[in-house]
């Protein structure tokens, strides 16, 4: 006896879930893209107001 045939839906779910995981992958490299380029900035310096 083989395996059952796979229904509509399975193939269906699959797709969304390989969907979801593309978008939250993407999110996770814009994250740390952001972060990246975040700690590689010089801190901010402050401009001395009213001093000579």
């Known amino acids: 006896m083989g395996l059952a045939r796979e ?22 490299v814009l994250v740390f893209a952001l972060t990246i380029v975040k700690v590689q900035r010089p801190p901010h310096q402050p401009v001395a107001e009213g001093r000579p």
């Open 7 to 28: 229904h509509e839906l399975h193939r269906r779910r699959l797709s969304r879930n390989i969907g979801l995981g593309l978008v939250l992958a993407a999110f996770v």
